[in-house]
């Protein structure tokens, strides 16, 4: 069994399911409206009464998970996390309340999600479609194609921060709507030429938020649930006519989701009108359906993440003979180290692939450039936290080590550095490497057992070798390399 949690801006949600033939079907869903975007501070700090709300919802989604025999289960954080100035403070309390680590995803990430929910739950090969996502704290747009991703854009633009900036009062106006929808066409429109309809078939809104209107329409009796234009308006019009949020009610939201859908409203409208969009179709699938499919395929050894590599490596022009050798010396190495899990392992594989990214800006300071561009390239599959590794990884592959200092404390971390330090000098020396000829253990030292032939044999090993003991040495920790007969 499968679970996804979603730390949304406006609610936290969570699907638990099972991967059946084709599909994956639900079997436990729940949801709580946190309104977390609501309670950041002019300053961008959320608030101790939101971060509190967050830490008791996760408490009681830990045990709806504790109830079920899961296999893989994954949480991830949307736009508000992503940009709370706080959520350093936040991040230790909610992981410790669910249990779990929790991924902050990029708005970008969070968009492939939604399509990957969207284009398994459509299931048409090959349809050109433009899927939408009206969230709490953020817009995300993706173009693809069946299930490939042609384009994908995250607006910082959401409902929370939409109804209270347009609507703080709750006066339901033509102004104010108007001054709402406008301020959305110019979030959209230099992205517009981008998505217009010659470049699609079908356009998708997977959101609740769209899911809230269409069914306002339909029960409404203002259009069959199809979202146009026409029947956008028509729900306006209704909104402004009760004229306060206090006294508007539509057919199936709840009171405290009103707000909520107001600004979605206003937003969509704008969306639709700068890409000319006619129809959009509601859909049941979107980010939680997307993680659990992301979940299911890289169990059956499908990772986006891979693709996503080779893709930066062949961006960046990398040497795929170097580095492959390296990743290749790289997993032998580690293993000897036995590390205590697994938790670095491809991590270490891919950092070794990508190790001399940063080359094509410079020669010398190839790994601070490198380190730089993979904690901040836009990589389908991967976290923040799993770039961030990777960008220290890469960053710790020469030169001293006091600039990883902080993550040496983690035994399987420092494991880690060591193999790929000495994959690329090895690499570097162009030394044909026999494992059976050097045994390597890190406890609380380093210790290098290895032939003394093979040491006369690459010559400037032993200069390397100095080299890299003065480096550990200079952190406190000893390096010790015996030649035996």
Avoid at 86 to 92: I, R
Avoid at 357 to 383: L, P, Q, R
Avoid at 454 to 470: D, F, G, M, N
Wanted: charged share 25%; hydrophobic share 45%.
């Amino acid at each position: 069994m499968l679970a996804a949690v979603d730390l949304g801006s406006n609610s936290f949600r969570l699907h638990i399911a099972r991967h059946e033939g084709n599909a994956i079907r639900i079997v436990k869903s729940a949801r709580e409206p946190i309104r977390l975007a609501a309670g950041l501070d002019h300053e961008g700090n959320l608030s101790a009464e939101a971060m509190q709300m967050a830490v008791d919802c996760l408490t009681r989604f830990r045990e709806v998970l504790n109830a079920y025999p899961l296999e893989n289960v994954r949480v991830v954080a949307t736009n508000t996390v992503r940009i709370a100035r706080n959520a350093a403070e936040l991040m230790p309390r909610i992981e410790a309340a669910i249990g779990l680590p929790i991924d902050v995803i990029s708005g970008e990430e969070e968009g492939r999600l939604i399509y990957m929910g969207v284009s398994n739950a459509v299931a048409i090969p090959g349809e050109r479609r433009l899927v939408m996502d009206i969230g709490g704290g953020s817009t995300e747009v993706i173009l693809g194609r069946g299930h490939e991703i042609v384009k994908v854009e995250s607006f910082s633009i959401g409902t929370v921060n939409h109804s209270a900036n347009f609507f703080p009062d709750g006066h339901l106006t033509e102004a104010a709507f108007e001054a709402a929808i406008l301020s959305a066409r110019s979030m959209f429109e230099d992205a517009a030429p981008l998505y217009q309809p010659a470049h699609w078939r079908k356009a998708y809104g997977s959101s609740g938020t769209m899911r809230a209107i269409s069914d306002a329409i339909l029960k409404g009796g203002m259009g069959d649930g199809k979202l146009t234009l026409a029947s956008l308006n028509l729900l306006k019009q209704y909104c402004i006519q009760c004229g306060k949020l206090s006294e508007l009610e539509l057919s199936g939201i709840k009171p405290e989701r009103i707000a909520m859908v107001v600004g979605g409203l206003a937003i969509l409208i704008g969306l639709m009108t700068e890409f000319n969009i006619e129809v959009l179709l509601p859909i049941e699938a979107g980010l939680r359906m997307g993680v659990m499919w992301d979940l299911y395929l890289r169990a059956t050894k499908r990772d986006r993440r891979e693709v996503s590599v080779h893709k930066i490596a062949q961006l960046f022009h990398t040497d795929m003979s170097r580095a492959n050798r390296v990743a290749d010396m790289v997993k032998s190495i580690y293993l000897q180290l036995r590390p205590a899990s697994d938790i670095y392992s491809r991590l270490l594989q891919w950092s070794a692939t990508l190790h001399e990214v940063g080359m094509v800006i410079s020669h010398t300071g190839y790994h601070k450039h490198g380190s730089y561009m993979i904690e901040n390239a836009d990589m389908a599959g991967f976290t923040t936290r799993e770039q961030r590794i990777m960008s220290k990884l890469i960053l710790s592959q020469k030169g001293n080590l006091r600039k990883i200092s902080e993550g040496l404390a983690d035994p399987d971390f420092a494991k880690a550095v060591l193999a790929l330090r000495l994959s690329v000098m090895l690499m570097h020396s162009r030394a044909e490497i026999d494992y059976e000829d050097i045994r390597l253990k890190m406890k609380k030292n380093i210790e290098l057992d290895m032939r003394r032939d093979w040491v006369s044999l690459h010559p400037t090993v032993a200069y390397w070798l100095q080299k890299e003991i003065e480096c550990w040495r200079e952190i406190g920790i000893e390096f010790l390399v015996r030649a035996n007969v």
